[in-house]
């Protein structure tokens, strides 16, 4: 073991803060430009420098605005009233969540602190090592201030990173339509930049918050680094519990809104997609927001705290930290640093190295960017394995130790890094509607409804296949090379490019609400198609992110679990003792139960939207013929209120489950709960994320009439296209609430159990030691 790393300690201290500091700048730039955009009316004709060198094209450029002139100071105004409505009602429900959330995050904090403090009794006297029983560790009562501490940091940077993302796609909406008036291309770049902005923002501020508790935790823990990382697990925990109801709470608002102003709107009442007559158009569009923008970065965040956790943890027990190595120690947060800086890099390609003239271009662009950031990150990480970690070195693998070489480390964070983009490509074909799997689905149409269900239901399943095959290589390959710790950074690796990922995903909301603002404030319909261009590769793209999201999770619940099995002392999980069989079979149960609740309540949250649209419509004179404003508000308060209501059951049966079998049943069973769970949730998962995708397409594909096959389909409010809404409308809560929020139920259990680890090694299992 005589050889070491390349990068001093020095060289790491500095690194990984300033790749954060760098990320977090260029998201501030990146804003910047955004919001050079202006929303006053009488600027006319600022390019806000987007156009500086390129202004070859300035003839066209100004066409729609100049055929419009007449009226587009209303235009503008409209816009900003609109943005104005969508920011307002996506604040107010944040803040209303974020109370709620805040209760139960003082509650859980307080939690974690009695059960890790009693393990030894709340003694303040230092113990035995758990892994090196001949060194003397910090006390368990430290471990218990620390983990919550950790907790606590680590649920506030995931709600402070959603609620910033909802802000910038809140601001970045309305531009996004008026950029539509110059050109597709100029459209494109603001709903890019604004989806860079978040995602560079999340990264950065990720790998700082966790840095900084490394090192002040590092100043009480001193040499016990075993101690040290197992307090900072918490910062995983507090991710994701965040996450959870950020994903759930916003499924459920998004999808009751899109619900109720689909099925009274467009199949009863006849009138187009985000019609300003339509009341409950605005909760739709802030749902967008809260859903797939606060929902979705806090969900990335909470994936990337826990596979970083997973691999300190393990790292920590290994030769890095028994040998006190601090730069290989670290190798998971360079991944990370390297990641920021690989994904500037990809963003310049999308933003200023290359424009965007025509609306089929845009697909691709969003395509090369998973791409170009999958190959430049492959050499960045070769360059961090070769000047990070020593040449040769051991890895804790359940009680032995493996001799692992750095080029394997580099294997295995490359094969989840491309096995990442497989997902990615995989989810693209079956939810595009540019391919034959949705345009099936699409024809399908002709015989009705149920068929349409049958054909979405059946290329879910189908869509499974690869990913989980990719999922499987990668496992196998990452834990022969290098155990668990392997398994983690392959997630991370997966993750390493999150701020391209999330640039792509949350680019999606963005344009889907510049489409909305165009219908709402009257713009002519060649801004509505331009518009509805970006949202349909936008919600291909959502699809991708959602791939990742679920790749990932596996990954990072596997690599979780077998540190929860090293920590909890069990020496192997044996599937025929009835203990494990048990927890198996419940475990698989759970996804299930999880997706009823959700599910349901997006059903009955919608039941209510219906019914208040409804008599909107039906009891507000001069509602139809457009004299007359609709009631937003009412609209607005009924997803809010019904998803702060409906977003606690999930989420208790997520947080007590770990709990109550621990306690009750003890590790053995819990570890059957959790591979249970980790087996079938990723499979719900991705078919009901890919049924609901490609349904949506469907619908977009037979109303854009595009090609020859769509025509014969189309027009918008044929028999058809409203089998085609049925089938979009089933998918809602697939896609956006069930699907999405199971790959957290996967990880959240699994950084639960880890966390609880000692005191359930310790006190659990109480049943069984009665009988």
């Known amino acids: 073991m005589a050889s070491s790393a390349f990068l001093p300690e020095l060289a790491t201290q500095?690194?990984?803060?300033?790749?954060?500091?760098?990320?977090?700048?260029?998201?501030?730039?990146?804003?910047?430009?955004?919001?050079?955009?202006?929303?006053?009316?009488?600027?006319?004709?600022?390019?806000?420098?987007?156009?500086?060198?390129?202004?070859?094209?300035?003839?066209?450029?100004?066409?729609?605005?100049?055929?419009?002139?007449?009226?587009?100071?209303?235009?503008?105004?409209?816009?900003?009233?609109?943005?104005?409505?969508?920011?307002?009602?996506?604040?107010?429900?944040?803040?209303?969540?974020?109370?709620?959330?805040?209760?139960?995050?003082?509650?859980?904090?307080?939690?974690?602190?009695?059960?890790?403090?009693?393990?030894?009794?709340?003694?303040?006297?230092?113990?035995?090592?758990?892994?090196?029983?001949d060194s003397t560790c910090k006390p368990a009562l430290a471990n218990a201030i620390f983990s919550t501490i950790a907790f606590v940091l680590g649920a506030v940077t995931s709600l402070v990173s959603g609620f910033l993302g909802m802000k910038i796609a809140t601001y970045a909406n309305a531009r996004t339509t008026l950029e539509a008036r110059k050109g597709v291309g100029k459209a494109f770049i603001t709903a890019f930049r604004s989806g860079a902005v978040m995602g560079f923002l999340l990264a950065a501020s990720g790998l700082f918050v966790l840095y900084i508790a490394i090192n002040l935790f590092g100043i009480y823990y001193g040499d016990d680094w075993e101690g040290l990382f197992e307090a900072i697990t918490g910062y995983g925990l507090g991710g994701s519990s965040m996450a959870l109801f950020g994903r759930v709470g916003g499924g459920i608002y998004t999808k009751a809104a899109d619900v109720g102003a689909d099925?009274?709107?467009?199949?009863?009442?006849?009138?187009?997609?985000?019609?300003?007559?339509?009341?409950?158009?605005?909760?739709?569009?802030?749902?967008?927001?809260?859903?797939?923008?606060?929902g979705m970065g806090s969900d990335l965040f909470g994936s990337y705290a826990e596979s970083s956790c997973a691999a300190l943890v393990v790292?920590?027990?290994?030769?890095?930290?028994?040998?006190?190595?601090?730069?290989?120690?670290?190798?998971?947060?360079?991944?990370?640093?390297?990641?920021?800086?690989?994904?500037?890099?990809?963003?310049?390609?999308?933003?200023?190295?290359?424009?965007?003239?025509?609306?089929?271009?845009?697909?691709?662009?969003?395509?090369?960017?998973?791409?170009?950031?999958?190959?430049?990150?492959?050499?960045?990480?070769?360059?961090?394995?070769?000047?990070?970690?020593?040449?040769?070195?051991?890895?804790?693998?359940?009680?032995?130790?493996?001799?692992?070489?750095?080029?394997?480390?580099?294997?295995c964070v490359a094969v989840g890094l491309w096995a990442g983009l497989v997902i990615g490509f995989v989810t693209e074909y079956y939810t595009s509607n540019a391919y034959s799997p949705v345009q099936d689905v699409a024809d399908s149409c002709r015989t009705g409804a149920a068929t349409n269900v049958i054909f979405g239901l059946a290329l879910g399943y189908k869509s499974v296949i690869i990913p989980i095959f990719a999922i499987a290589f990668s496992i196998f390959l990452s834990f022969s090379l290098a155990a668990m710790y392997g398994v983690a950074v392959a997630a991370l690796g997966m993750l390493s490019t999150i701020a391209?990922?999330?640039?792509?995903?949350?680019?999606?909301?963005?344009?889907?609400?510049?489409g909305g603002i165009a219908e709402m404030a009257?713009?002519?319909?060649?801004?509505?198609?331009?518009?509805?261009?970006?949202?349909?590769?936008?919600?291909?793209?959502?699809?991708?992110?959602?791939?990742f999201a679920i790749g990932s999770a596996a990954l990072v619940s596997l690599a979780l679990f077998g540190?929860?099995?090293?920590?909890?002392?069990?020496?192997?999980?044996?599937?025929?003792?009835?203990?494990?069989?048990?927890?198996?079979?419940?475990?698989?149960?759970?996804?299930?139960?999880?997706?009823?609740?959700?599910?349901k309540s997006v059903g009955s949250a919608a039941l209510k939207m219906v019914e208040?649209?409804?008599?909107?419509?039906?009891?507000?004179?001069?509602?139809?013929?457009?004299?007359?404003?609709?009631?937003?508000?009412?609209?607005?308060?009924?997803?809010?209120?019904a998803s702060i209501k409906e977003m606690i059951p999930p989420g208790a049966l997520v947080m007590l489950t770990p709990l109550i079998v621990g306690i009750l049943f003890g590790v053995e069973t819990l570890s059957g709960i959790l591979a249970g769970a980790l087996v079938s949730g990723v499979q719900i998962a991705i078919s009901a994320s890919n049924t609901g995708g490609a349904w949506d397409n469907a619908k977009k594909y037979i109303e854009a009439g595009a090609s020859e096959h769509a025509r014969t389909l189309g027009p918008k409010g044929s028999d058809p296209h409203k089998a085609a809404v049925i089938g979009d409308t089933i998918g809602d809560p697939l896609k956006d609430t069930s699907g999405p929020s199971l790959n957290i139920l996967i990880k959240l259990m699994a950084v639960e159990s880890l966390v609880f680890a000692p005191f359930f090694a310790t006190h659990g299992g109480i049943l069984f030691k009665w009988l």
């Open 522 to 547: 009257g713009m002519s319909h060649r801004i509505r198609e331009r518009t509805d261009a970006l949202d349909a590769a936008g919600n291909t793209t959502a699809a991708i992110g959602k791939g």
């Open 612 to 641: 208040e649209v409804r008599r909107q419509f039906n009891t507000i004179p001069g509602l139809m013929e457009g004299t007359t404003k609709p009631d937003y508000a009412t609209c607005v308060k009924i997803s809010t209120d």
């Open 315 to 411: 790292a920590s027990i290994s030769s890095f930290g028994i040998n006190h190595e601090f730069t290989p120690m670290m190798y998971p947060l360079l991944i990370s640093s390297v990641g920021i800086i690989a994904c500037l890099i990809t963003t310049l390609f999308a933003t200023d190295f290359s424009e965007i003239k025509a609306v089929d271009e845009i697909e691709p662009a969003l395509k090369k960017q998973l791409i170009i950031s999958t190959v430049v990150m492959t050499l960045g990480i070769a360059l961090v394995s070769w000047l990070g970690l020593p040449y040769s070195f051991t890895i804790f693998n359940f009680g032995a130790q493996k001799t692992v070489y750095n080029w394997q480390l580099f294997l």
């Open 14 to 133: 500095v690194l990984v803060p300033a790749a954060a500091v760098v990320g977090i700048a260029f998201a501030v730039l990146q804003w910047v430009l955004v919001s050079k955009v202006k929303m006053s009316p009488d600027q006319r004709r600022s390019d806000g420098g987007f156009a500086a060198g390129k202004s070859g094209g300035d003839a066209s450029e100004y066409l729609i605005e100049e055929e419009e002139g007449l009226n587009e100071h209303n235009v503008v105004v409209k816009c900003a009233e609109i943005q104005n409505a969508i920011s307002e009602g996506a604040t107010s429900f944040l803040f209303t969540e974020y109370k709620y959330v805040g209760l139960f995050m003082g509650i859980f904090a307080i939690l974690i602190f009695l059960f890790l403090g009693s393990v030894e009794g709340f003694s303040t006297k230092s113990q035995p090592c758990h892994y090196s029983k």
């Open 563 to 599: 540190a929860f099995v090293s920590r909890a002392e069990i020496s192997t999980v044996d599937v025929l003792t009835p203990k494990v069989f048990i927890g198996l079979i419940v475990g698989a149960m759970l996804p299930y139960w999880f997706s009823a609740m959700t599910m």
């Open 500 to 514: 391209t990922g999330l640039a792509i995903d949350a680019y999606g909301p963005i344009s889907d609400n510049a």
């Open 263 to 294: 099925l009274v709107g467009k199949v009863e009442r006849n009138i187009p997609e985000d019609d300003p007559r339509n009341p409950a158009v605005i909760a739709d569009n802030v749902g967008d927001n809260v859903g797939d923008i606060a």
